[in-house]
């Protein structure tokens, strides 16, 4: 009875080790990876009030050298106060409020491994700063009325990566499970063994 159990204990280190090495494969290339995990302001999010600053948050901390972020309002106006500041693996950017609308935040770093990811996450600020009055001097001009611009988001996916490595979160919890009903096969078979 011993022997029979002494013989099955180092299969199943095997076993168990050729399952591990197998789940954390797939999950060592991707882990070079970047990705945008948050915003504030959020994704598709419509404010009243304009925020001081914007800021992106990554899967891992982005390089300063390698790291591009801008800010634009309606009308493509530029709308970023400054130049990016980085903190960990948040990247913040002072943002100056321009007319009501949509605002769009685009981003491109490059990757542990160099693989270049892109992105952007849009907002809409429902009130603006009031246009400038035309000075007393300036001559009038008859321009035509502009049409009116739709300040909803647009329905394309926002956060559009350029890597498709960012959803490995279900291949390490497939992993996981292979190595829990490992592991718990190896007990029940190791207990039948023990009772004989």
């Known amino acids: ?6 013989r099955t204990a180092p299969t199943w280190v095997v076993v168990l080790g050729v399952v591990a090495a197998f789940a954390l494969l ?3 290339p991707a882990a070079a990876h970047n990705s945008l ?24 901390t982005p390089k300063e050298a390698t790291t591009e972020v801008t800010v634009t309002g309606p009308d493509n106006v530029a ?30 770093l490059a990757s542990d491994d160099g693989h270049p990811i892109k992105g952007e996450i849009r907002f809409t600020l429902t009130t603006g700063t009031p246009a400038e009055a035309p ?18 988001p647009s329905p394309t996916p926002a956060a559009a990566e350029a890597d498709d490595g960012g959803g490995t979160g279900w291949l390490w919890a497939a992993g996981a499970v292979v190595v829990l ?5 190896g007990l029940l078979l190791r207990r ?5």
């Not at 009875?1 to 002494?6: E, W």
């Not at 000075?135 to 909803?152: C, E, G, K, L």
């Open 1 to 6: 009875m011993g022997g029979r159990v002494a």
């Open 26 to 28: 797939p999950a060592a």
């Open 37 to 60: 995990t948050g915003s504030d302001p959020r994704d598709g999010a419509r404010l009243a009030a304009a925020p001081e600053r914007i800021e992106l948050r990554f899967l891992a």
């Open 79 to 108: 709308a970023a106060g400054g130049a990016p500041t980085f903190s960990g693996k948040r990247v913040t950017v002072p943002f100056r409020p321009g007319a009501a609308g949509l605002y769009i935040v685009t981003y491109r």
């Open 135 to 152: 000075s007393a001097s300036a001559p009038p001009t008859s321009a035509a009325p502009a049409a009116p611009t739709s300040a909803a």
């Open 181 to 185: 009903a490992a592991l718990g096969g």
């Open 192 to 196: 039948r063994a023990a009772r004989r």
